[in-house]
């Protein structure tokens, strides 16, 4: 058996070099073959080719295989005070990085601070009292147990009623995957003062803000915190209205608490705790959706097994198929931690890589999902894989608090769309996805018989 791991282990690693070695020419012959931006020039055609998916990952395997933990000393995000940068693609090193929770800081705090107008969110915050606090009332007032009741059914159901009312003809994103999980927001969260679009336009430009503008746009910042203060209100009010009038919602729980005495749940805490859980909802799971699908659609084996389990109602086989899709095109390709000292990642082996205090360490979980050493054929399109191979959403501490809600909506907002017969992309420009300038796709239209 010890000389049967042997052999696989060194042809594991032989592989992952030969792979690293012809990425280098495939990456070269794709930007040359890439349409940039008009009148950019060569770096336009780099830079296109480096925001797809593919060229990522043609990138990765390079560094995986030659520079699997590379540290430099531009400071590549300028959102975040920084003295560096570390990018790093192996599986074990990405999962090392995010279980040292006390030398890999999150960063977010400031900016969180500005969206509440005071407090921390508990994603910006370290492994302190106040996040173990912050996060068991919100568990509570939130519970695993609500998807099957309370999460998954409408959204399946809101889903089936929105396709089945366009015959033919969907706008992705805002006919069907923005719509479910702001329903989510409004009838189960209990976000029900204000509009629907302040409420997916706010999520958007928070998100973008926190999460996405590493290069600290101020027309960004502006636009978040205009949105910010509106949706404040409109969780402010939500509360009020509650008051006496509890339902069974998340609000109404996070009310509950404040009337037994549970420290961290006056008005403006349970809002700030409330506007956290906002930002991550909506786009979030409208945009996974998306670069899922899209995956499938690029795939006719994989559709073709997609539609026969929809129209089975197997949610849960459409699942497997969407997740695996993701893992091609995930939504956080990176998760960025800032190094709280001097250390050492991956110590005593061969790729050990000194990481200075101050430096940005970009944990590549998009790397590391086709680290060959970690997964079996990562670059094969598998369904069913074990979950511990993916990180499509955090792992750790910080792991998404929506894990279970994306697990179970990504498939049931779907699924009635897989189920319609000769499922395509509309031609033309209508049928790719369109960002419209923002980070999140805001239309893309398909068509079925
Ligand atoms: C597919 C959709 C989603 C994706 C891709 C996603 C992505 C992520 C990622 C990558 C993290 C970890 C960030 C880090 O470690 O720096 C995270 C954390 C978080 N997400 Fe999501 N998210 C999604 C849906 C949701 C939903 C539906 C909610 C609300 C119920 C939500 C609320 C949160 C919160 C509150 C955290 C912080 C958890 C903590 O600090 O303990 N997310 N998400």
Redo the contacts with the bound molecule.
Sequence with gaps: MIVINFIVAVWVRILMVLDGLLALPRLLWMILTTKGPKGKGFGGKVGAALGNPKGQRLIFTFLRAFIPNLSLKAQLVKAYQNTGTVIVGRMADVQEVIARNEDFE?VYEPKMRKITGGANF??GMQDTALYVRD?SNMRLA?RRDDVATLVQPPAAKQAAAIVAGLPGRIDVPQDLTLQVPTSMVQDYFGIDVGSRQNLIDGATRMFWYLFIDLAGDPAVEAEALRYAAICREAIAGSIDARKGHLKDDVISRCLALQTSGTPGMDDVGIRDNMI??LI??IP??SK?SILALDQILDRPDVLAQAQAAARSGDEAAVGQILFEGLRFNP??PV?YRRSALDTVIAANTLRACRIRKGQMVMAGNFSGMFDPTALESPNSFRAGRPWQDYI???VG??????DY??RAV?PAMLTPLLARQNLRRAKGADGQINSGGTPFPQHWVLEYD
């Excluded at 501490?397 to 929506?402: A, I, Q, R, S």
């Design positions: 999150v508990f994603l996060t939130m956290g859980l991550g909802a979030t799971l996974a939504l956080n998760i499509l959403w955090g501490m910080h792991v998404c608090f929506g809600i994306n990504i």
